[in-house]
Nanobody
Framework: QVQLVESGGGLVQAGGSLRLSCAAS????????MNWFRQLPGKERQFVAG????????SYTVSVLGRFTISRDNAKNTLYMQMNNLKPEDTAVYYC???????WGQGTQVTVSS
């Protein structure tokens, strides 16, 4: 089993930056591809970015290309997402997820003011 805890959300002005972290428990973190999703109230969770288990492959939804960077440190059991040039439409609760599992964190709120 994997437990995931996100942190790093907050309130930022448009154009600003935030770095999200997702700390994973357990010794199997390095075996999972990992994802970041986001969710608006009343909406389904949307894929934002994914990274392979070794970190050598990444993917992004089009709207964040060139602004967000997903990364991981398997020695620290931690997933990251650097978010630059934030826009009001990036406002959401952000969740980390172990790929193809039902392991999710509790979410961290990101609010971008215009």
């Amino acid at each position: 089993q994997v437990q995931l805890v996100e942190s790093g959300g907050g309130l930022v002005q448009a154009g600003g930056s935030l770095r999200l972290s997702c700390a994973a428990s357990g010794r199997t973190f390095s075996t999972y591809a990992m994802n970041w999703f986001r969710q608006l109230p009343g909406k389904e969770r949307q894929f934002v970015a994914g990274i392979s288990s070794s970190g050598d492959r990444t993917s992004y939804t089009v709207s964040v290309l060139g602004r967000f960077t997903i990364s991981r440190d398997n020695a620290k059991n931690t997933l990251y997402m650097q978010m630059n040039n934030l826009k009001p439409e990036d406002t959401a609760v952000y969740y980390c997820n172990a790929d193809k599992t039902n392991y999710w964190g509790q979410g961290t709120q990101v609010t971008v003011s215009s």
